[in-house]
């Protein structure tokens, strides 16, 4: 079975603070996707990244990165020096190869102030 | 481009009343999906369409909760009678294909009393 665990519910850090949320999934299959998204308080989800279970590079858009490491499971995001837009809650979320459904974790309310 | 559209956006109803949510796809957009968002909780899927077919309904819980993609473009999710624990947000998303990224909507909140 699948799952996805985003053990830390909230975090809340003050303006131009660093910040990591971490995530951690289970599968049994060798290919799989994970992503993640943000959820601002307008509601829609919006697509932050996805990276491929062969593909453990590390990635860096502008502020945000995403450590991949493979042998523990898990798909961190680190958020540089934070804005008040930042907040939202941040979904983590695995999909298996040949099939279209995410699975979520329960998400983490990142909530960052001026 | 347009987003996904969905409406409403809010909806308050009692028990065992019945409710019905829209949602339009971004045009050209083959798959639709409706997800279920539990406060606390992470999207569930409930069904996937690809253009009108249903590719999968497994957690759709079909005694009350029933949809359609006539034409394959908009899609409309249903449920009647509505529980209380039916009490969430309901997310429609979109993709170009299968296994592509998937596009979501703003949701319907609905709260059943």
């Known amino acids: 079975a699948q799952k996805v665990t985003q053990a830390q519910t909230e975090i809340s850090v003050v303006e131009k603070e660093d910040v990591t949320l971490d995530c951690v999934y289970e599968?049994?299959?060798?290919?799989?996707?994970l992503f993640w998204y943000k959820q601002p308080p307008s509601g829609e989800l919006v697509f932050l990244i996805r990276?491929?279970?062969?593909?453990?590079q590390n990635e860096i858009s502008g502020r945000y990165s995403w450590n991949f490491q493979k042998s523990t499971s898990s798909f961190n995001f680190t958020i540089t020096a934070s804005q008040v837009v930042d907040s939202a809650v941040y979904f983590c979320?695995?999909?298996?190869?040949?099939?279209?459904?995410?699975?979520f974790g329960t998400g983490t309310r990142l909530q960052v102030f001026p | 481009e347009a987003g996904v559209a969905q409406s409403p956006r809010y909806k308050i109803i009692e028990k065992r009343q019945s409710v019905a949510f829209w949602c339009n796809p971004i045009?050209?957009?083959?798959?639709l999906y409706w997800y279920q968002q539990i406060l606390g909780q992470g999207p569930k899927l409930l069904i996937q369409?690809?253009?009108?077919?249903?590719?999968?309904d497994s957690q759709l819980p079909k005694d009350r909760f029933s949809a359609e993609r006539l034409k394959g473009v908009d899609s409309t999710l249903k449920i009647q009678p509505a529980k209380l624990e039916d009490s969430a947000v309901y997310l429609c998303?979109?993709?170009?294909?299968?296994?592509?990224?998937?596009?979501f909507g703003p949701g319907t909140r609905l709260t059943v009393l």
């Open positions: 045009s050209g957009h083959a798959t």
């Open positions: 979320a695995l999909r298996v190869y040949n099939t279209d459904k995410l699975i």
């Open positions: 369409f690809q253009n009108n077919g249903v590719v999968d």
């Open positions: 990276r491929n279970s062969f593909d453990e």
């Open positions: 998303a979109s993709s170009l294909g299968s296994s592509v990224e998937q596009f």
């Open positions: 599968t049994r299959d060798t290919t799989y996707y």
